[in-house]
C-alpha cells in the first residue's frame, strides 16, 4: 500500500512510526509532517485542506490510503470529496464523512445526537447572536461554575470555565460579539459543570461494528496540579487505572454502542476513529466531548501499546471486517510529557535549535510535533515541540524515564510539566 498521512503533528509521527512497521506499507507519504515523520516517510509541501494539491498527488502517485490525521481535513469534507470525484473514488479516507466529522465541528450538532441517542452528557443550551439577549439572562441565573464552549473548532482552547457569572457574561460576549475564535464562536454551548476525574476512549468503527483501544488520559492545562490556561495537551497515560473492566462495560452499554449505532441509524458515513472524551461522575459515565480522529498527546501513549499491525486494521475497516479483528495490547503504562515552546500557549517563539534527542528504544520513543530540519539541525516550530514517551510496567517508573528525558533534552525555553499523572502514583 501507498500510504498518505495528512499532518504535522506528534500523533502524525506517532502513526507514521506505527504504518511504518506494516507489512502491507509500500510507501509512506506525509503532508506536511515534521522532522520526525521524515524519519519513517517522505514529507510533502501539502497543507492537509489543500485537496486539489492532495488529489494530484493522489493521482500522480497511485496512493491506495489516505489517513487524516487531524480534523481540519474531516471537518472540510476530505472524504466526500474523494467520493465525488470520479480520479479519487477508489482510493479509502480513513475517517468520517463531513456530517460523521460534525460530531467535533459542531458542539451544539454533537449534543443534539447524544439527547436524540440518549448518550449521557451535561445539560446544556446553545445561544448565538439572534437570541444573545436570552444568552446573557441565563448566564447571570446559571449555577457555578459555568462552561463555555465555542460550538466550532477553535484548536483546543474554546472551552472557558469560569466562577463568576459577570465574568462569564464578559467572556460570552467576547466569543458572540468580538468573535474571540473567529467563526467558532458565533454559536456558544453553556454546558453544566460536572464534577468527577476525565479520561479518553478511542474506537476504530467501520460504520456498524467497532474495537476499542487502550484507554487514555491527557492533561490540559500549562500549569502543575492543573492550573493555568488550557493548551492542545501537556501530557498523558494509558491505560486509565480506574476504566477497569466494570466501568469500561458501562462505557460501551452507555455511550460507544449507541454512538455507533445512532450514526448508522442516521445514515452518517463514518469509518475512522472516534474519540469519546468523557468524565467520571461517581462511577457513572458521561460524554463532555467526540473528536472525528485520535487525539494529541494521547496518541503517542495508545498507538505505542497498540500491538497490532494499523493497516491491518484500516484494510479490516475499508472492507468492512473489522469485526473479524482482535485488539492486542501491551500489558506495559505508557506516559508521554510534552515539551513546549516557552510562552505557550500563547505567543512564542520558533527557530530554537534542539539537542539531545535519544534514539528509539524498546522502552522510550521521542514523537516530534512542532519541528522542522533546516542545515543539518532540527528547530523549534510550533508551540508544542516534542513528546517523551516511555513504557514500564508501573506508572511511576515510566513517569520517571519520561521526565529524565525531558531534562535531558535541550532547547532555549523549553517548559514542561514534571506532575504528569499525578492523582495515580
Same mark, same amino acid.
Given at each position: 500500500?501507498?500510504?498518505?498521512?495528512?499532518?504535522?503533528?506528534?500523533?502524525?509521527?506517532?502513526?507514521?512510526?506505527?504504518?511504518?512497521?506494516?507489512?502491507?506499507?509500500?510507501?509512506?507519504?506525509?503532508?506536511?509532517?515534521?522532522?520526525?515523520?521524515?524519519?519513517?516517510?517522505?514529507?510533502?509541501?501539502?497543507?492537509?485542506?489543500?485537496?486539489?494539491?492532495?488529489?494530484?498527488?493522489?493521482?500522480?502517485?497511485?496512493?491506495?490510503?489516505?489517513?487524516?490525521?487531524?480534523?481540519?481535513?474531516?471537518?472540510?469534507?476530505?472524504?466526500?470529496?474523494?467520493?465525488?470525484?470520479?480520479?479519487?473514488?477508489?482510493?479509502?479516507?480513513?475517517?468520517?464523512?463531513?456530517?460523521?466529522?460534525?460530531?467535533?465541528?459542531?458542539?451544539?450538532?454533537?449534543?443534539?445526537?447524544?439527547?436524540?441517542?440518549?448518550?449521557?452528557?451535561?445539560?446544556?443550551?446553545?445561544?448565538?447572536?439572534?437570541?444573545?439577549?436570552?444568552?446573557?439572562?441565563?448566564?447571570?441565573?446559571?449555577?457555578?461554575?459555568?462552561?463555555?464552549?465555542?460550538?466550532?473548532?477553535?484548536?483546543?482552547?474554546?472551552?472557558?470555565?469560569?466562577?463568576?457569572?459577570?465574568?462569564?457574561?464578559?467572556?460570552?460576549?467576547?466569543?458572540?460579539?468580538?468573535?474571540?475564535?473567529?467563526?467558532?464562536?458565533?454559536?456558544?454551548?453553556?454546558?453544566?459543570?460536572?464534577?468527577?476525574?476525565?479520561?479518553?476512549?478511542?474506537?476504530?468503527?467501520?460504520?456498524?461494528?467497532?474495537?476499542?483501544?487502550?484507554?487514555?488520559?491527557?492533561?490540559?492545562?500549562?500549569?502543575?496540579?492543573?492550573?493555568?490556561?488550557? %493548551?492542545? &495537551?501537556?501530557?498523558?497515560?494509558?491505560?486509565?487505572?480506574? #476504566?477497569?473492566?466494570?466501568?469500561? $462495560? +458501562?462505557?460501551?452499554? @452507555?455511550?460507544?454502542?449507541?454512538?455507533?449505532?445512532?450514526?448508522?441509524?442516521?445514515?452518517?458515513?463514518?469509518?475512522?476513529?472516534?474519540?469519546?472524551?468523557?468524565?467520571?461522575?461517581?462511577?457513572?459515565?458521561?460524554?463532555?466531548?467526540?473528536?472525528?480522529?485520535?487525539?494529541?498527546?494521547?496518541?503517542?501513549?495508545?498507538?505505542?501499546?497498540?500491538?497490532?499491525?494499523?493497516?491491518?486494521?484500516?484494510?479490516?475497516?475499508?472492507?468492512?471486517?473489522?469485526?473479524?479483528?482482535?485488539?492486542?495490547?501491551?500489558?506495559?503504562?505508557?506516559?508521554?510529557?510534552?515539551?513546549?515552546?516557552?510562552?505557550?500557549?500563547?505567543?512564542?517563539?520558533?527557530?530554537?535549535?534542539?539537542?539531545?534527542?535519544?534514539?528509539?528504544?524498546?522502552?522510550?520513543?521521542?514523537?516530534?510535533?512542532?519541528?522542522?530540519?533546516?542545515?543539518?539541525?532540527?528547530? %523549534?516550530? &510550533?508551540?508544542?515541540?516534542?513528546?517523551?514517551?516511555?513504557? #514500564?510496567?508501573?506508572?511511576?517508573? $515510566? +513517569?520517571?524515564?519520561? @521526565?529524565?528525558?525531558?531534562?535531558?533534552?535541550?532547547?532555549?525555553?523549553?517548559?514542561?510539566?514534571?506532575?504528569?499523572?499525578?492523582?495515580?502514583?
Amino acid at each position: 500500500m501507498k500510504i498518505l498521512l495528512l499532518g504535522s503533528g506528534g500523533r502524525e509521527h506517532a502513526l507514521a512510526w506505527k504504518m511504518a512497521q506494516s507489512t502491507y506499507c509500500e510507501q509512506l507519504f506525509i503532508a506536511p509532517g515534521n522532522a520526525g515523520t521524515a524519519q519513517y516517510g517522505q514529507n510533502l509541501d501539502i497543507a492537509v485542506s489543500d485537496f486539489e494539491k492532495i488529489k494530484s498527488f493522489c493521482v500522480e502517485n497511485a496512493i491506495s490510503l489516505v489517513v487524516p490525521g487531524s480534523e481540519e481535513p474531516l471537518v472540510k469534507g476530505i472524504y466526500d470529496y474523494f467520493q465525488q470525484d470520479a480520479a479519487l473514488q477508489h482510493i479509502p479516507v480513513m475517517g468520517p464523512s463531513a456530517l460523521g466529522a460534525q460530531l467535533e465541528g459542531s458542539k451544539a450538532f454533537a449534543k443534539q445526537f447524544m439527547q436524540r441517542h440518549n448518550i449521557p452528557t451535561a445539560a446544556y443550551r446553545e445561544f448565538s447572536e439572534e437570541n444573545y439577549e436570552e444568552g446573557v439572562a441565563y448566564l447571570r441565573s446559571h449555577t457555578l461554575p459555568i462552561v463555555l464552549k465555542a460550538d466550532g473548532l477553535a484548536a483546543g482552547k474554546g472551552v472557558v470555565i469560569l466562577n463568576d457569572r459577570e465574568e462569564a457574561v464578559v467572556e460570552f460576549s467576547q466569543m458572540i460579539k468580538d468573535a474571540k475564535f473567529g467563526d467558532a464562536s458565533k454559536t456558544v454551548v453553556v454546558e453544566q459543570f460536572l464534577t468527577g476525574i476525565e479520561l479518553s476512549v478511542f474506537v476504530l468503527t467501520d460504520g456498524h461494528s467497532y474495537k476499542i483501544l487502550p484507554t487514555a488520559k491527557d492533561y490540559k492545562r500549562i500549569g502543575e496540579g492543573d492550573t493555568g490556561l488550557n %493548551t492542545g &495537551g501537556m501530557g498523558a497515560v494509558s491505560p486509565v487505572p480506574f #476504566a477497569d473492566q466494570a466501568f469500561m $462495560a +458501562l462505557v460501551e452499554d @452507555r455511550v460507544i454502542r449507541p454512538t455507533v449505532s445512532g450514526l448508522e441509524k442516521e445514515n452518517i458515513v463514518y469509518n475512522g476513529f472516534i474519540f469519546f472524551g468523557l468524565i467520571n461522575v461517581n462511577g457513572e459515565p458521561f460524554v463532555i466531548e467526540y473528536n472525528c480522529r485520535m487525539g494529541d498527546p494521547e496518541t503517542e501513549v495508545v498507538i505505542p501499546r497498540l500491538q497490532n499491525d494499523l493497516l491491518e486494521l484500516f484494510k479490516a475497516v475499508q472492507e468492512g471486517q473489522l469485526s473479524s479483528q482482535t485488539i492486542y495490547e501491551d500489558a506495559r503504562v505508557a506516559t508521554t510529557v510534552m515539551l513546549v515552546a516557552k510562552g505557550y500557549p500563547e505567543a512564542y517563539e520558533k527557530g530554537k535549535v534542539i539537542s539531545n534527542i535519544p534514539a528509539p528504544t524498546q522502552d522510550q520513543l521521542v514523537f516530534q510535533a512542532g519541528t522542522k530540519a533546516a542545515g543539518g539541525e532540527i528547530l %523549534t516550530n &510550533g508551540g508544542r515541540v516534542l513528546t517523551v514517551t516511555s513504557l #514500564a510496567t508501573d506508572l511511576g517508573i $515510566a +513517569l520517571t524515564h519520561s @521526565r529524565q528525558t525531558a531534562e535531558i533534552i535541550d532547547f532555549e525555553g523549553k517548559y514542561y510539566r514534571r506532575d504528569i499523572g499525578y492523582e495515580f502514583v
